[in-house]
């Protein structure tokens, strides 16, 4: 129970080293948002995109690192913060230096209360949650996989 909770303190890539990347909670998360304006990026898969994620979330690609300012400031979600901790880390060795995560992922997010949007803007209940292993983590909302 406690390495558990080690893990999703720390994240799973960056557990033995957290440098250059802080882990928020949603309300954290939130915070950086509306102060820092930080670059969003959404590393689940386009299906997953589709049915939701954070407002003004660009989804990953390799071709968006390449025109991310490594100065500025970025935040990476997924689904349960596995596929965006790994990228976290990526960022971090290749220079970049205000790197966050949403710890929880939007799992963590939408559980907290906030909103998601489709591709075409308007809000949605519905979270993909990458696997139905995932889906009884979702307390508030439709889980969608």
């Given at each position: 129970?406690?390495?558990?909770?080690?893990?999703?303190?720390?994240?799973?890539?960056?557990?033995?080293?957290?440098?250059?990347?802080?882990?928020?909670?949603?309300?954290?998360?939130?915070?950086?948002?509306?102060?820092e304006e930080p670059v969003i990026i959404?590393?689940?898969?386009?299906?997953?995109?589709?049915?939701?994620?954070?407002?003004?979330?660009?989804?990953?690609?390799?071709?968006?690192?390449?025109?991310?300012?490594?100065?500025?400031?970025?935040?990476?979600?997924?689904?349960?913060?596995?596929?965006?901790?790994?990228?976290?880390?990526?960022?971090?060795?290749?220079?970049?230096?205000?790197?966050?995560?949403?710890?929880?992922?939007?799992?963590?997010?939408?559980?907290?209360?906030?909103?998601?949007?489709r591709t075409d803007g308007n809000r949605?209940?519905?979270?993909?949650?990458?696997?139905?292993?995932?889906?009884?983590?979702?307390?508030?909302?439709?889980?969608?996989?």
């Amino acid at each position: 129970m406690l390495l558990s909770f080690l893990v999703y303190e720390r994240g799973v890539y960056t557990f033995w080293s957290q440098k250059g990347v802080e882990r928020l909670n949603a309300e954290d998360a939130i915070s950086l948002i509306e102060i820092e304006e930080p670059v969003i990026i959404d590393v689940r898969s386009e299906e997953e995109y589709q049915v939701s994620h954070m407002d003004e979330a660009k989804r990953y690609s390799p071709e968006i690192i390449e025109k991310l300012n490594p100065n500025d400031p970025i935040l990476v979600y997924c689904t349960a913060s596995v596929r965006s901790n790994s990228l976290a880390k990526v960022l971090v060795n290749l220079g970049f230096t205000h790197i966050y995560e949403l710890k929880g992922g939007l799992l963590h997010w939408k559980n907290q209360g906030y909103p998601l949007v489709r591709t075409d803007g308007n809000r949605t209940d519905s979270l993909h949650t990458y696997s139905s292993t995932l889906a009884p983590f979702l307390r508030k909302g439709t889980a969608v996989y």
